[in-house]
Each structure stands twice: as structure tokens, then as C-alpha cells.
């Protein structure tokens, strides 16, 4: 039998009182979610923050503008203004927010324990909590296309990653791309410049000027925007790549291709597991297999050969044939890092705090 | 290094400073007449969307340039309006007028992002743009041109013409100049004017010379580094040249240097980032020491003036 003493009997009354307000029994199905998306630019960024905001897009035409309700918030900086944002989405009665950002996960951390019953997913986390799920895309699958490419093509054997930030994921990136040019062209180097910044294109083009002054044929970047393949066809050197979203409207010569974000799928299966009343803490890291990362159209430009070379790569990847870390690999001081036949797992990825062989970081 | 590379460097390097020397320019003619206007931010994000719209609507640069600095100007009559006939906190206003150019470049270029244009470039024929060694004086955009000749003009201005004298006057001692007949209140608006309109052009730089989009917030914050710059030179315009150039240089040695590798690794990119910061203090140190900050700013900077009569 339960005790049911005044504190008991008041929750218990609460909830009984509140039902009706709902309107629906707990674990059951949602007539409607409110969905939340904290962005760190805006969706006209071409690049990062447009490819969210697709996704979101599509996730309202998938699921119904009758179904969910999606809020967006943008140009939010870290630290106490994100977890001030947070916090009130959360007491605005939004049922799931993502924060679209690396950078939100101690602001995200802090007030999903605050909000037991608001789902939080956070972009590129790497953390979890009862009622935070982190989802993130292996960008660096799609960088090794990108290098085959450029391994290829470059007439100077120097490729360039203008990087905003030396943490895993940006590291991962340059390695998958160096070592997959270095498949192609032995002697590759690949210089890299962090330019300290998600968003300042005036200092990514002069980075990316600064590149080609001293030899660079081919950039890759992982900044938000277009302005390092701005310069690259100006310059008229063998060209960059779009990062997020295809950027050919800027660079119509020097686009080979790009890698494309798609976020849609996981926001899709996110938001309706809230409705279904299934929701979990998980971690997603889909790639290429699941259709998060897209290659884009290829430049006419580049050689059939080429083409081929970089299908093979990608379509290595889909089947597992290809794995962008396959030992073995030497780091860029002169240690072996990964046994021949081995490679990086998924657990190790994320400690890897060193450039292979090559690299000048 | 090599001769290319040098060369190289002092055209990444003119092109990162010229649209800090532009603000600056226009700020400081407006410190000199005695009002702190620190929407310098804004008033180029503004320049820089109406600078971008133009351009691309019109296909002539030229067009975009005119427009970026009237469109500047016209920001700054909001803030003159307040400051000068409605005697509002110059501080608080100026910073507003950051956060309105912010918010109305955002609003207005939603239009036009996601578009290219073509960089303003060098008019001059391609055998003096092209030489290994003549480029270094001929492959600029025309912006840097107009800069070192505002550099000049402004100098000349001050120091050399009646107007600029009255200008001065006003910025030392308005109610003095007020005393023997000059509208305070006037001078005030066209300096304020003309450092809206430098903004402008400055701020139309970013699109037509560094990097052919508009996207929101494109300027970056450098309209806070024009503004240290005007500390930093001491108010003199000739300094401010030498100071916009050293920033400039400070931060394109920061990405050849990266991009270099090898010994430059050695400092590491935060310090390089810092670097220009770090000057201006160190600057602002020296000329403390020197005894010399009270009579190189001008005495009634950031004052209100209310006449008395």
C-alpha cells in the first residue's frame, strides 16, 4: 500500500490536475513538437549554418508543419549567451533543441540538467546526459575524396586546409585528406592555417593569398563560406572545394567539387522520435554510407581518370573497402602511429592530436 | 624570401589596411572637432552591404563606392542628430549605432548573399599590374589610391586651411570658438558627415577589395581597430597612415607565417592575433610616458556642447 502523505497527495493532484492541460497520457505520442535550432552564424552563411537549416527545412516538409513547430535563433556565441538562450527555449515549452555548434556543449550540459524533460542534441558533441544526445557526420570520409582529388590534380604537389580550429574533428580532417593525396602523389605536402575563427572572411581570403604565394595549388578549407575559393579563382590556380554546401556559383572555374552537409535525415528521425514519445540518448555519426555527407557535382574540368579515381574512394567507403586511417601511418615527427594493416577506430579518433607525415601545421 | 614573395606580402599587406585607414581617417577628423563617435562598426557594415548592393545591381564599382559613403553618412546624421541637437550620451549612442548598422546590414543584404561580384582590381594595364617588380606601386584596386590620397587631403585640411583650423578650434575649445562667431554645432555635423562617409568607403572595401561577397557581420569587428588606430596615431594623420600599415602588416605576416611553417611556428597564432591589441597598448604606454596624451587628444572630445547663449 503507499503512503500518501501532504507532499505526495499534493504531486499527485498536480498531475492529475495538469492532464487534462496536456491533453495526453505520458509515453504516448505527440500531437505536435516544438523544435528549437541555436545557430552560431546565420543560414546565409552558404556553408555550416545553411546546411542546419535545410535540414530543418526538410524536416518540417517531412514531418508536416502540422506536426512541429521550429524556432531558430541565430549568430549565438558561446559561453554564457548560448546557455542564456538555452535556457529559454527551454522554458518557452520547447520540446527539443539543437545546438548547432561544437561550441555549446558546457552551456547545453549545464541546462539539459536544469530541464529533465527537453531533449538537447548538440552538433559535433562528444558528451552525453539522460536527456542530451550528441549527433555529428564523418565530414573527414568526404575530405578523402577531396584529396584523392588533389593529390591528382596539383601541379606543385602542395595542397593547403586553411583550418579554423586545431580541435579533433578539423585535425581528423586535414589527416584524412593528406593521406589520401599522398596515395595519389607520394610527395604531397599540405599546409595548414587556422585562422582562429569560424567566420571572418576577409582573414580566410588573405590566408588563402598568403597559401598561394608560397606555392599552393589546391585549398581545401573547413571555415563557414566561400572566401578561400573566391581567391583561388581569381588567382586561377588549379582550385578549392566547397565545404557544407556546393559554392560553384562563387568559383565557377575553380570548384572541383564539395562536400555536402545533410542533416535532414538525422533531424527527421530525431524530431519524430520525440512525437512517437521513443526518444533516446544516443550518439549518430553517420557519413557517406548513410547519406549525411554528399559529394558534389564534379568540375567538368577535372579528368575522367580523376573522376574515377575519387568514385572509387567514395564508393570504397560506402562498402568498407576503404578506410580513410589505414596503416600504416607515420606522424609528422617521425613516429609510427597506426601498424600497417591497422587502422584508427571510431574510439580513437577523437584523441588523435597529431598530423600525418607531410603536413606543416 | 624571395623578391616575389616580399612583393606578394606588401599587396596582401596594403589591402588589409586600407579599409582600417579609411575609417580611421574619417574618425579621426571627428575626434578632432571634439565628438567620440564609436559606431564606427556599424557605419561600415552599413557601407559594406550598400557598397555590395550597388555593385552587384549595377555592375560599377565606382556607383558602389559613391553609394557606401553616402549611405554612411547618412547613419551618421542619426547619430549627429542625437548627439549634436539632441545632446545624447556620445558613448551610448555610438554604440547603438553599432548595433543598428549591424542589425540593417543583416536585415538589407539578406537580398544580395549567396552572390558573387568581381574584385574592384587595379586599372591600370596589365604590363605595369603583371611586372615582377612594378606591381608593387600599380596592382592595387583604386580604393587604395583614394586612401593614401585622403591620407594627404586630410593632413592638408588640418593643418594647412582656415576650415581646418576652425575644425580644430572647435575640437579644443568649443565654447571659445562658439564665443568668436563659429557654429559649433555645424562643424560638428559635417565632421561627423565626412566620418560616416569614410566608414563607408572603408567598409565598402571588404566586399570590392578583400573578398567579393556579402555576408552578415563581413567586416569582422575591424571598425573597433580603426577606432584604437585614431588612439594609436596620437590624432595625426600621417601617423595613422604608418599605423594603419603596421596593423595591416602585423596581420598578414600572421598568415604568411602560418602558411610558412618551419621557425614561424614558433609563435604560436594566438600571440599573432593578439598582436595588434598589444601594440596599441604598448602605443597608448609610450605616449603616456611622454607626458604627451593630454595635449595630443582633443580637449573636448566626448563632451556634449550646449550653448549658452
Redesign the interface.
Known sequence: MKLINRRNALKIGGAAAALPLIGIPAFAQKEKVKAAFVLIGTPDDNGWNYGHDLGRIEMIEALGADRVETTVVTNVAYGPDSERVFRELAQQGHDIIFGASFGYGDAMLKVAKQFPDVKFEWATGYKTAPNLSTYNARFHEGRSVLGTISGMMSKTGIGAYIGSFPIPEVVMGINAFHLAARKANPDFITKVVYVDSWFDPAKEADAARALIDQGVDVITQHTDGPAALQVAEERGIIGGFGQGADMSAFAPDAHLTSIIDIWSPYYIKAVKSVLDGNWKEGTSWEGIAGGEVVIGPYNKKIPADVVAAAEAVRLGIIDGSYHPFTGPITDNKGELRVEKGDIIDDGEFWAVDWYAEGVEA | MSI??TI??II?MV??STPLLLAALGELVVEKSGVLNLGVEGMMLTGAVVGFAVTYTTGNPWLGILAAGFAGACVSMIFAFLTLSLFANQVATGLALTIFGAGFS?LFG?AF????IK?FKSIFPDYLTDHPILRVFFDHSPLVYFSLFMVFAVSYFLYKTRAGLVLRAVGENDHSAHSIGYSVIKVRYGAVGFGGMMAGIGGAC?PLL????W??????G?GWIALALVVFSAWKPTRLLAGAYLFGLI??ME??A?????GFRIIP??LW?SLPYLATILVLVLISLRHKMSSSAPACLGKPFIPSN
Open positions: 616575389d614573395l606578394a606580402i596582401t589591402g588589409a543583416a539578406q548573399t549567396g552572390k558573387p574584385l571588404f578583400l573578398t567579393p561577397q555576408v552578415e557581420g563581413l567586416t569582422g575591424r596581420a598578414t598568415v604568411y602560418k602558411a610558412a611553417g618551419g597564432s594566438e592575433a
